[in-house]
């Protein structure tokens, strides 16, 4: 391991608790929960009691990961007390969701991030805006309390950096990525049927799902952004989950000539959530921020209150806006 970051405050935030809530995003993806999940093993191999929240279920595609079933919701936790909350993978408060009441139960308050508009809103506060996944960065800590990676932890990594670098792919992914895949590949993580339950299968009500979000993909300013958007019939219809719609944004960005593409979609308490996405080096965190939102240069995100059409344009022209600035 190459990469050192500032770990010493959390370590030793750990090293003085007994009792651990660690705390995974809403709308949970690959790194927040493989993150969760690999340090909940290290954890408990310290002999720590560790507790795992997340206001949101685990999507079916990640329950293959060991410990998955363990997550609660922050509303089981009735009078429990902790002595560390350690969010992980979370850029603000809002993003914890209802796991923000347990703040408040917690004796020391701290976190593991790797976005770059985090708000720094623990009492420790470990963000490295320049890691490809949080997983590296819960690998080295790992490695630094001298952990096993045990194969099940390695999977748990190999998940969350597989997941939020699109497989090793994406412009943010490091030397130390592939460096670090290599280690959880001969720590026993198995690569091939991980890819394959992550990227390949997928539900019937998904492909159906994907069909019509392909059917509303609409082309703006030249050809360089694209929309898809979705309603709550539409999922409806298909019978499909909004984890099901994770796949989606990308279509709209894969498109031959776009820049960046917004996919919005209806949640189920009325508002609007959209995926933001930009090819290198045009960048949409500023253009999520702008709707109260945040994320990294190229993967970004917000939830908005006001109609799906509206929410389109509005984004659609804080795009052009963006791309006539860097041109
Ligand atoms: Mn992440």
């Not at 770990?7 to 009792?19: C, M, R, T």
């Not at 969350?160 to 994406?170: F, I, K, R």
């Not at 030249?222 to 279509?251: H, K, M, W």
Request: hydrophobic share 45%; glycine share 8%.
């Amino acid at each position: 391991m190459r990469t050192t970051r500032p770990l010493d405050g959390v370590i030793a935030a750990i090293h003085a608790a007994k009792s651990i809530a660690l705390i995974s995003h809403v709308s949970p993806d690959g790194d927040t929960v493989g993150s969760a999940l690999a340090l909940r093993l290290g954890l408990l191999e310290m002999g720590k009691r560790v507790a795992l929240f997340c206001q949101d279920k685990i999507p079916d595609i990640l329950r293959f990961l060991p410990g998955a079933e363990g997550f609660r919701e922050p509303e089981t936790a009735a009078d429990e007390h902790f002595d560390l909350l350690l969010c992980v993978d979370i850029s603000d408060e809002k993003r914890m969701g209802s796991c923000a009441a347990l703040m408040a139960r917690a004796e020391y308050t701290a976190q593991i991030d790797h976005h770059g508009t985090n708000t720094c809103y623990c009492e420790e506060n470990v963000v490295d805006g320049s890691a490809p996944a949080n997983a590296l960065i819960i690998y080295e800590l790992l490695t630094r309390m001298g952990c096993t990676v045990t194969a099940e932890a390695a999977l748990c990594l190999a998940v969350g950096l597989s997941t939020d670098t699109g497989h090793l792919a994406y412009n943010s992914t490091t030397p130390e990525a592939y460096r670090v895949m290599g280690e959880l590949v001969e720590a026993g993580a198995p690569i091939a049927e991980a890819c394959r339950r992550l990227y390949r299968e997928r539900p019937p009500r998904q492909v159906a799902l994907l069909a019509k979000a392909l059917d509303t993909l609409r082309f703006h300013h030249g050809g360089r952004i694209t929309s898809i958007r979705l309603t709550r019939q539409d999922f409806a219809d298909c019978g499909a989950l909004p984890e099901d719609a994770e796949i989606i944004v990308n279509y709209g960005l894969d498109v031959l000539g776009v820049h960046m593409c917004v996919f919005a979609r209806e949640t189920a308490d009325a508002q609007v959530k959209l995926s933001l996405r930009a090819v290198a080096p045009h960048c949409v965190s500023g253009v999520a921020q702008s709707f109260g939102g945040g994320g990294h240069a190229q993967a970004a995100g917000a939830t908005v209150q006001m109609t799906l059409d509206e929410a389109v344009r509005q984004v659609v022209a804080r795009m052009a806006e963006e791309l006539e600035l860097s041109e």
